[in-house]
């Protein structure tokens, strides 16, 4: 039975099986900048994320702060 709500991870779109996303820490942070997200919640980022950061465990940091995956691809200038 697939994950629906507020518990589905915002970062996965697809229903395919999908490995395990981490990325460094540090890649993140500027992935963040390029997307121009607020130095502020890169800050937050930096302060409350593991490294490296986990697709599962760390997904609902950007549902917090507004944002998604496919924004964060849009505001890089690419597409979902």
């Given at each position: ?17 999908q490995a395990e996303a981490?990325?460094?820490?540090k890649e993140f942070l ?51």
């Open positions: 039975m697939p994950v629906t709500g507020s518990s589905k991870n915002v970062l996965e779109k697809s229903s395919q099986p981490k990325l460094p820490k500027h992935v963040l900048r390029r997307a121009g997200i607020s130095e502020e919640i890169v800050k937050l980022a930096d302060e409350r994320l593991h490294d490296p950061v986990d697709q599962k465990r760390d997904g609902i940091f950007l549902l917090t702060h507004g944002l998604d995956r496919d924004q964060l691809i849009s505001r890089m200038g690419g597409s979902p």
